[in-house]
């Protein structure tokens, strides 16, 4: 167990929150467990075996809080964010982990510029932070990763 590895995680994710929360976007928790995931062929979510109180369906740990989200913009939120966990099933190894942290986004009538936008000024402002000798992220953000 790396305890500073713990301490400096805890500084990223209370920096992300501060961004968002600058920025007049409301943090949203929604349910990690649904009855039904989101159709995408290349991510499959875990299955979750039903408690007797659950009406005998089984469940799903979700892969994104994607749909969920999308529910809060059509009910009239303008600005959401969420951290939260995330699950994969049949994804391990030295790039992926079965169980993650994830942050998403979105804004009410935002093109993929503004949210490109967003990244750069998240990323800019996580490069600020003091993070000892441990770099996380530097410099400019690299704008040859969204090139077509």
Known sequence: MNLDAIRLRARIVSAIRSFFDGRDFVEVETPVRIAAPAPEPNIDCPEVLPPRNFGGEPTF?????ELQMKKLLAAGMERIYQIGPCFRDGEKGSRHNPEFTM???YRKNASYLDILE??????????????G???CVSGDWPHEMCES
């Open 133 to 135: 000798d441990r770099p």
């Open 103 to 105: 942050i998403e986004w």
């Open 61 to 65: 740990l979700r892969a994104s809080p």
């Open 118 to 131: 967003d990244t750069e000024r998240l990323y800019s402002y996580l490069s600020l932070l003091d993070y």
